[in-house]
């Protein structure tokens, strides 16, 4: 096989960046880079150029899966505390200039969602992909298609008014969320060190994982009897730790017979964005062709 069938992929969240090298729903190579904080989106298309800098004519396509909004190519946070990317910045421009290639640009959960759908835990499935990570975000799959509606928004769950105050659900919920519950109980730190104390015995962090599973269990009945999914995905770096999916379906009301969830890990894990992403690039070049 020649480099005619590789696509470069990115995953860029909130807390980090991934690329890979992509062949027929395999990773040949991949790399990770934590999305620096500080930064701006031209030092994050940097960042990945310097990733990708040692498969320089290997690949013949890129896409890249984005936490945010992307509309025509033009990138956008939804919620600026998640990851502070400004407003239609012009992503697959810049991509080009860097890379020298047109890209296509996705949502990392829509993305996602299509990875698990085609190679994971959502295989023919209606699905639903839920990435409990920096954010929330969400994916949808319905009959065999992935829904981003008619301006790329569809799937957006952590944007999600609640309260009083209206603010994003994911504000109660993510990574976030979790740095800012550890700080309140007296332990800074992330959520990964939230999980740590948790298996340490700490109970401040347990009640603060338990918190966050019971906020994901009401949105995953809510979105039960909305899309009445055959499944709801779970990934992200919150989603895939220890006992966290657990902790959601244990907190699942099973007493009505409304809303049947049923949960899966992200088969993927880690890789259902860069996956997905390429899945997607591969199907539109195809198309452009025909
Ligand atoms: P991104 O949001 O950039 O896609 P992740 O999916 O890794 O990145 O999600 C980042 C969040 O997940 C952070 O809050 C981080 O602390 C948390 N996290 C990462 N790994 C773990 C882990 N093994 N256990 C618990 N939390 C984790
Ligand atoms: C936010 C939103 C979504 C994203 C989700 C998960 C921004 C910058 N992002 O809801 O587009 O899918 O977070 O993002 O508004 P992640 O960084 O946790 O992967």
């Known amino acids: 096989m020649t480099h005619e069938q ?10 980090k960046i991934a690329a890979a090298l992509v062949r027929e729903g395999r990773l040949l190579d991949s790399v990770r880079l934590a999305t620096r904080e500080g930064a701006g989106p031209d030092d994050w298309i940097a960042d990945m150029s310097a990733l990708a800098a040692n498969w320089r004519g290997r690949f013949c396509n890129v896409g890249i899966a984005v936490t945010g909004v992307v509309r025509d190519g033009y990138w956008s946070a939804l919620n600026r505390a998640t990851l502070d990317v400004g407003v239609d910045y012009p992503l697959v421009e810049r991509l080009h200039s860097e890379l020298g290639q047109k890209a296509l640009a996705v949502n990392d959960a829509q993305a996602a969602a299509w990875g698990e759908y085609c190679y994971g835990a959502g295989q023919g499935r209606d699905m639903i992909f839920l990435t409990v990570s920096t954010g929330v975000g969400g994916g949808i799959v319905l009959g065999g298609r992935l829904w981003q509606g ?12 609640v309260g009083e105050t209206g603010q994003p659900f994911e504000n109660e919920v993510s990574g976030r969320w979790f740095a800012r519950a550890a700080l309140a109980a007296g332990h800074p730190g992330t959520a990964k060190t939230v999980f740590q104390a948790a298996a340490a015995g700490e109970r401040w962090a347990d009640a603060i994982i338990l918190q966050s599973a019971a906020r994901m269990a009401r949105l995953c009945e809510t979105l039960q009897a909305i899309l009445a999914p055959d499944i709801i995905v779970i990934g992200g770096g919150i989603g895939l ?3 966290y999916l657990e902790h959601i379906d244990a907190a ?4 009505s017979r409304c809303t049947r969830v049923k949960l899966f890990r992200a088969s993927l894990r880690v890789d ?10 591969n199907r539109a070049s195809t198309e452009s062709t025909m």
Not at 6 to 15: E, R, Y
């Open 150 to 161: 008619n301006d790329g928004l569809a799937g957006h769950v952590g944007q999600i008014p």
């Open 6 to 15: 590789n696509t470069l992929a990115f995953d860029l969240g909130g807390t």
């Open 272 to 281: 259902a964005g860069l996956l997905g992403v390429a899945d997607l690039v």
């Open 252 to 255: 699942v009301d099973r007493s």
């Open 241 to 243: 730790a220890e006992g």
